[in-house]
């Protein structure tokens, strides 16, 4: 990206051939050398996946009578998120056999996440991810950017460094900029 940003530049920055450059038009912020995947740069951000996929998977079983209530903007955070989270094995026993692949998922997503977005790597991440995006896929419900993320971004991070997200998690070091 470097190279094709200089190389747009020495070309007199003319925007109608940009493409030609992969619309590489600016010095990428991320430092290091070249060779570092972007993804090492910028880990994939925990707290927010974790959030805005519990979020959806619940905005989308509105549609099936599963409702919250309205408190700050309808939607869960951190605490909420992991209590509907360690209560997924029981709404697989309480909900109604529509419902049951909604509660699935859920296990999944926490088995998921006790594998990628704790302290330790568990071995068997990848396979987590793959039986979370199997049972998500299954609803039938749109995959959002943070959803990908999740599916594929968590895993390839995990597999470069061989490190769980929750080192790197920007909730480690916010407080330190203060």
């Given at each position: 990206?470097?190279?094709?940003?200089?190389?747009?530049?020495?070309?007199?920055?003319?925007?109608?051939?940009?493409?030609?450059?992969?619309?590489?038009?600016?010095?990428?912020?991320?430092?290091?050398?070249?060779?570092?995947?972007?993804?090492?740069?910028?880990?994939?951000?925990?707290l927010h996946l974790h959030l805005r996929v519990i979020n959806h998977l619940f905005d989308e079983q509105n549609k099936n009578g599963i409702n919250r209530v309205n408190y700050q903007g309808c939607k869960m955070a951190g605490n909420d998120c992991n209590k509907?989270?360690?209560?997924?094995?029981?709404?697989?026993?309480?909900?109604?056999?529509?419902?049951?692949?909604?509660?699935?998922?859920?296990y999944h997503f926490?088995?998921?996440?006790?594998?990628?977005?704790?302290?330790?790597?568990?071995?068997?991440?990848?396979?987590?991810?793959?039986t979370f995006k199997k049972s998500y896929l299954v609803l039938n419900v749109s995959v959002t950017p943070k959803v990908y993320a999740v599916f594929q971004l968590v895993g390839e991070f995990c597999t470069l460094t061989g490190k769980a997200l929750d080192p790197f998690s920007s909730q480690q070091t916010s407080g330190s900029t203060q």
């Amino acid at each position: 990206m470097r190279r094709l940003a200089a190389e747009f530049n020495q070309a007199g920055r003319e925007w109608d051939k940009a493409k030609s450059f992969t619309k590489c038009v600016n010095i990428p912020l991320p430092g290091g050398p070249d060779e570092r995947e972007v993804l090492i740069c910028i880990p994939p951000p925990e707290l927010h996946l974790h959030l805005r996929v519990i979020n959806h998977l619940f905005d989308e079983q509105n549609k099936n009578g599963i409702n919250r209530v309205n408190y700050q903007g309808c939607k869960m955070a951190g605490n909420d998120c992991n209590k509907l989270l360690q209560k997924s094995r029981q709404l697989l026993d309480d909900l109604p056999d529509e419902l049951k692949q909604f509660a699935l998922c859920l296990y999944h997503f926490d088995c998921m996440r006790e594998a990628c977005f704790s302290v330790q790597l568990d071995s068997n991440f990848l396979a987590k991810i793959g039986t979370f995006k199997k049972s998500y896929l299954v609803l039938n419900v749109s995959v959002t950017p943070k959803v990908y993320a999740v599916f594929q971004l968590v895993g390839e991070f995990c597999t470069l460094t061989g490190k769980a997200l929750d080192p790197f998690s920007s909730q480690q070091t916010s407080g330190s900029t203060q």
